[in-house]
């Protein structure tokens, strides 16, 4: 969504009229308040700085921004107890239910509070698509842990930064995988912004590769029964199937496709990589692949010491988008402190140090392009199967075996 230089303050001072209605649907942990300012300068040991989230914390599918916000509250909590920082940090939580229409309402709750430094979110694309053009005519830095819609680093956002490989490296690496195994692939969208731009871009990949595809659609946001497109799917004679879509209806889909006795490969992108499609789907899930941009912090070793971090204060371990969050967060920490050594914390000064970054991560080294996202080439797209009702890592997917 472009939103033109011209129109910057009429669209702040809307964004913070909406917020005035809309905030009494999120949740906020930051105390609200102008306390540090948005120039709070070289400020002293007393200044406060906010990390905003936006993303599902309710709905069908709030797992994702749960895994997400854990993410970014840890990181806050460990860099306050370490003392060093001279100054205060706080989390402010903005649900969006993942959700386009309500993203902005959202939005405008973090972009009011004048002590917001940088932004974690949104997690879902179509969410990004409606105010990652808000946030940045306010200036905000955003640090986005999972929207992988292609086409978010050519909108123009001011100040937009990913730390995911996005859709058109992602889908690929899928349609490849999938090409070693099936001469036919049936692809699903759910027509949701990530949806129809992961799907688009295997569709591509897989005819490049000489794969016959059959192109579907199932809108999440009006089908209720699955069991005609897993006819469909059956129909098809297609050897496997790949949904772009979302965990709540990839469960539906998962189940709707073992009541037909459908046996061919079964894939999914990220938007299914999760505890609620693994829930949802139960004994239908098993054997179901998934691609994802993500780390899995259970096994990597660069990310022991948060796992187990994350568990102990959670009680669960870490899950897709968690170990990105925590990255991402710190990263915007790091962008706080560097600013303020500087000696003047605005969100201008902020996002100018998030634009140099140069992170070792327990996700690997990050930095961003000139368009806000990985240079080309950077991070890595991991294969995931479910097996005995877990979803575990195969690994690098140019490497994975094929499907058993």
Not at 286 to 301: E, I, K, L, R
Request: some cysteine; charged content about 20%; hydrophobic content about 40%.
């Amino acid at each position: 969504m472009r939103i033109r230089p011209a129109a910057k303050f009429a669209v702040i001072a809307a964004v913070s009229a909406v917020a005035l209605a809309g905030c009494g649907s999120s949740s906020s942990s930051s105390g609200g308040g102008l306390s540090g300012g948005s120039d709070s300068g070289s400020g002293g040991k007393d200044a406060t700085y906010t990390i905003a989230f936006e993303g599902p914390l309710s709905g069908d599918n709030q797992q994702l921004g749960i895994n997400e916000v854990n993410g970014v509250q840890l990181a806050i909590d460990e860099a306050n107890k370490k003392g060093d920082l001279g100054f205060t940090l706080k989390l402010l939580k903005s649900d969006d239910g993942g959700d386009p229409a309500k993203a902005p309402a959202a939005a405008a709750q973090v972009i009011q509070d004048n002590t917001v430094m940088a932004e974690i979110g949104p997690s879902f694309s179509g969410a990004t698509q409606a105010v990652a053009g808000k946030y940045g005519d306010a200036g905000i830095a955003i640090i986005n842990p999972s929207a992988s819609n292609g086409e978010l680093q050519n909108q123009g956002f001011k100040t937009w930064h990913r730390m995911i490989p996005n859709d058109f490296a992602e889908g690929p690496a899928a349609a490849d995988w999938l090409a070693g195994q099936a001469k036919k692939v049936i692809v699903v969208s759910d027509k949701s912004a990530y949806g129809d731009g992961v799907a688009g871009a295997v569709s591509k990949e897989l005819k490049a590769k000489g794969v016959d595809v059959v192109e579907q659609a199932a809108d999440a946001t009006s089908t209720k029964d699955y069991g005609p497109i897993a006819q469909t799917v059956k129909q098809s004679g297609a050897q496997a199937m790949f949904y772009a879509g979302y965990d709540a209806q990839g469960a539906q889909l998962s189940k709707a496709l073992a009541a037909v006795d459908y046996t061919g490969i079964r894939m999914s992108g990220n938007g299914v990589k999760s505890s609620v499609f693994t829930d949802g789907a139960g004994a239908s899930g098993d054997g179901y692949y998934f691609s994802c941009g993500c780390a899995d912090a259970t096994v990597a070793p660069a990310a022991k010491e948060f796992a187990a971090a994350y568990t102990a204060a959670f009680n669960t371990p870490p899950s897709t988008y968690s170990p990105e969050a925590y990255d991402a967060t710190n990263i915007a920490i790091a962008a706080i402190k560097t600013a303020k050594e500087a000696g003047s914390v605005t969100r201008a000064s902020v996002n100018d140090a998030v634009n140099k970054t140069d992170y070792a991560g327990i996700t690997g080294q990050l930095k961003f392009g000139d368009n806000g996202d990985l240079p080309e080439g950077a991070g890595t797209v991991n294969l995931y199967v479910q097996k005995g009702g877990k979803i575990v890592s195969l690994g690098d997917i140019k490497a994975a075996p094929p499907a058993s």
